[in-house]
């Protein structure tokens, strides 16, 4: 063995190269180097020998101790943390969505993207059960995932569970926008109370007249917001809130839109000069409206029918003294006192024939509320000119309205938070449909005046024109042509609905399931089925 080795530096061979017993090492004598890589040794001993390092079986490989089912908890804990310090919840809070977890996981816990969805859709449960403001948007964007995502989440948590949602609570989400709106920060105290109270009324009024029926909450939130603070002399962009809640901007337009259209079929009901009313003026008469409102909602009407025996012309009286009241009073500044007279006929005012007020009675409250704003706009434009009152005067009529007076008073119960029974049992003197129920209306309206035109246009095509086609000309079907998406042809009435709307006639459609509007399931149903 020995005559093998080879000295690695001077290639000396046999007896030259030995081993030193001392260090264990091998050793050329010629040269006296040590040989490298020539000390292994074999440690043989049976099972009394020196023991290797021990490997142990079943840990996570990234050097700890711990089982892949241990480390997968505490990492699940952690992502719970972290959510719940996020959404701001208490121990309480917290606790309850651990347990929430646990019982939906097993006790098995996750790890991924669809574990912290789970875990933000448990919050939000815990939360709305407690009527906590917690909006799925916020939910959604600290996950990192939209809000159809969160709600089919929603879903299957409360179906598992087997739980039940009491309905959103707007008015403590308006609150906490209304506290939370970086754009509202250097307004006085005293003006976001006002705001406040002013928000939660317009809120409650928008859930009796069903417009947040089957709607997303927070554009609704956001439209109030934005109505207030203009209603307060404090402006704010629409933009600016949606960028705040994280709504999408068209649909607090449409939610804005459709609050100032309850407001102005109210004005339109209830003001004197109601027909004058619409869209473009009623920033300016909304102090009325509200005034109305606040006074129709603390009578004892309901909806039922039962009332007082004060009669809706009190309301009205009532609205009128404090016209005519030195302590509480406003007017309207429309720079056309020619036309002033115009406001204030009352042909729109239905007087119950109980009324103990004469023709000649109301002609002197008339006459009386007539000339009491005519002196009060000739004070305005004297007081307007002096110092302080004019500044104030200048901002008003930027707004149509002089704020001569305090018209808000927060008196009527739908300033505070009530129940929905509550809310649904006040008379607010509009007996209002969900907008979509009325659009839907209107859309069928729509279609049965095709379907009709369409087999007008058949009749004469197969029978040719007659004495009773003339009668009931295509002309005079009332046919909106609101939202078509195609561009129709040069010089003809005719759109691509009517087309279809013939060709389903033609073979045989039933007009109600052409009403439906399932265009393209009729077409494969009847038209391109070989087999029909």
């Known amino acids: 063995m020995g005559s093998c ?9 046999g007896e030259s190269i030995v081993t030193d017993y001392e260090t264990g090492d091998i050793v050329c004598t010629s040269c006296d180097v040590v040989q490298d890589y020539e000390q292994f040794q074999a440690h043989i001993g049976g099972i009394n020998g020196p023991a290797g390092t021990y490997v142990r079986v079943g840990t996570t490989g990234i050097g700890n101790n711990y089982s892949y089912r241990e480390t997968k908890i505490y990492e699940a804990k952690k992502v719970i943390d972290e959510l719940m310090y996020k959404f701001g919840l208490s121990e309480t809070k917290t606790n309850e969505v651990n347990l929430m977890v646990r019982k939906i996981t097993e006790e098995e816990y996750g790890n991924g993207r669809w574990f912290s969805v789970l875990v933000g859709a448990c919050s939000y449960v815990v939360m709305r059960r407690d009527s906590k403001v917690l909006t799925m948007e916020e939910v959604g964007k600290s996950v990192g995932c939209d809000i159809f995502e969160m709600g089919r989440m929603v879903k299957r948590v409360v179906d598992f569970l087997d739980l039940e949602l009491p ?46 029926t089957g709607r997303r909450p927070m554009p609704i939130v956001a439209a109030v917001l934005v109505f207030v603070s203009e209603l307060n002399q404090t402006p704010i962009k629409i933009d600016d809130v949606a960028n705040e809640l994280d709504v999408v901007l068209h649909t607090c337009k449409l939610r804005y839109k459709e609050l100032l259209e309850r407001l102005v079929k109210v004005a339109k009901m209830a003001l004197p000069w ?50 005519l009241s030195e302590e509480k009073f406003y007017c309207y500044d429309d720079n056309v006192p020619e036309k002033d007279s115009r406001y204030f006929q009352a042909g729109n005012v239905e007087i119950q024939e109980t009324s103990l007020l004469s023709s000649e009675s109301l002609s002197i409250i008339h006459s009386e509320l007539k000339n009491a704003v005519s002196s ?64 839907g209306c209107l859309v069928y309206e729509r279609r049965n005046e095709k379907i009709k035109a369409a087999k007008l246009r058949i009749r004469r095509t197969m029978y040719g024109p007659s004495r009773a086609d003339d009668q009931n000309d295509v002309s005079d079907l009332v046919i909106g042509k609101k939202g078509n998406k195609r561009k129709r042809e040069m010089g003809s009435d005719l ?19 052409i009403e439906t509007g399932h265009y393209k399931a009729l077409l494969g149903l009847h038209v391109f089925n070989g087999a029909s």
């Not at 007076?405 to 938070?417: H, M, P, T, V």
């Not at 759109?495 to 399931?513: M, N, P, Q, S």
């Open 5 to 13: 080795r080879v000295c690695k530096n001077c290639g000396a061979r």
């Open 167 to 212: 309905e959103f609570n707007l008015v403590n989400s308006f609150e906490l926008a209304i506290a939370n709106s970086p754009s509202l920060s250097e307004v006085p105290e005293d003006t976001i109370s006002r705001m406040l109270k002013q928000g939660t009324f317009l809120v409650q009024c928008l859930i009796n007249w069903s417009v947040t």
């Open 274 to 323: 109601g027909k004058d009313v619409n869209m473009k003026n009623i920033m300016t008469n909304a102090p009325s409206v509200i005034q109305y409102l606040e006074l129709k909602s603390m009578s004892n009407h309901n909806k039922e029918g039962n009332h007082s025996k004060c009669g809706d012309v009190d309301d009205f009286n009532n609205l009128l003294n404090d016209c």
């Open 376 to 439: 009060e706009l000739k004070n305005a434009a004297s007081v307007a000119m002096v110092g302080q009152h004019a500044s104030a005067g200048k901002r008003a009529k930027e707004y149509g309205i002089l704020t001569l007076r305090d018209w808000w008073k927060g008196e009527s119960e739908l300033s505070r938070k009530l129940h929905l029974e509550e809310i649904l049992e006040k008379n607010l003197g509009l007996d209002a449909t969900p907008p979509s129920f009325d659009k």
């Open 495 to 513: 759109d691509w609905e009517d087309f279809i709307i013939e060709t389903l006639l033609l073979h045989k459609v039933r007009e109600e399931d």
